[in-house]
């Protein structure tokens, strides 16, 4: 599935991110940057040491917060590497730094030039953050981003299974429906939206 938010390209596809040939990819690392499993573990494995030599460097990231290396190996020229939040119950202020991970990294992104960009489902592996829940901040984090910074070009979001691409698609339809109701606020109801194949 594909939107246009003003003139940016929103696309949601099933895949491994790993493959992805945006400027930059996201991954879901933890806070001491030291690797792991998911689509951490892919990353490194496909992207060969030299990020994990850069993350060393670096020393660690705070959930919600978000660093960047260079891509090694991987087709993507870099890899911003975000920490989404540990799921609890949602009341441990959850939904804010997930959104903040998602915010972080288009900042990077935007300030490097870097003009496409793929996400995984931050969060929603190992973190345990409910997939429904965290599509709605997810996707609503992104179009909020390029509303009002016209940037990047291409926003993805590769997802690893046929039941999360569901889920974000479904939301994603959810979202323009709200907004073309009224439901949201005024800001938001002047964007366009239009679907392309
Ligand atoms: N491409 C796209 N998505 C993937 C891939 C892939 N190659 N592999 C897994 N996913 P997770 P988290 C999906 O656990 O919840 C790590 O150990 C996966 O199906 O990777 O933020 C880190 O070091 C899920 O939907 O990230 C941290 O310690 C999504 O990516 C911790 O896990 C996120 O799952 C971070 O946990």
Redesign the pocket.
């Known amino acids: 599935m594909q939107i246009m938010v003003n003139s940016t390209t929103l696309s949601l596809i099933k895949?491994?991110?790993?493959?992805e040939e945006t400027d930059a990819i996201v991954?879901?690392?933890?806070a001491r940057l030291?690797?792991?499993?998911?689509?951490?573990?892919?990353?490194h494995r496909?992207g060969g040491p030299k990020i994990m030599e850069e993350c060393r460097k670096i020393g660690g990231c705070p959930a919600g917060s978000a660093v960047i290396t260079t891509g090694g190996n991987l087709k993507a020229k870099y890899v911003i590497h975000t920490?989404?939040p540990?799921y609890r119950d949602g009341r441990h202020d959850e939904p804010k730094l997930l959104a903040n991970a998602y915010k972080s990294s288009l900042e990077i992104a935007v300030k490097k030039g870097i003009k496409t960009i793929a996400f995984?489902?931050?969060?929603?592996?190992?973190?345990?953050?409910p997939?429904n829940e965290a599509a709605e901040t997810a996707l609503k984090t992104a179009i909020d981003f390029i509303k009002s910074h016209k940037m990047p070009s291409l926003v993805r979001f590769?997802?690893?299974?046929d039941r999360?691409l569901e889920i974000y698609e479904k939301t994603l339809e959810r979202l323009i429906k709200e907004e073309r109701s009224g439901v949201s606020d005024e800001a938001s109801k002047s964007c366009y939206f239009k679907k392309t194949p």
């Open positions: 895949g491994d991110i790993t493959q991954n879901a690392a933890n030291a690797g792991g499993g998911g689509v951490d573990g892919a990353i496909a920490v989404g540990i995984p489902s931050i969060s929603t592996g190992a973190y345990g953050y997939i590769v997802l690893f299974s999360d």
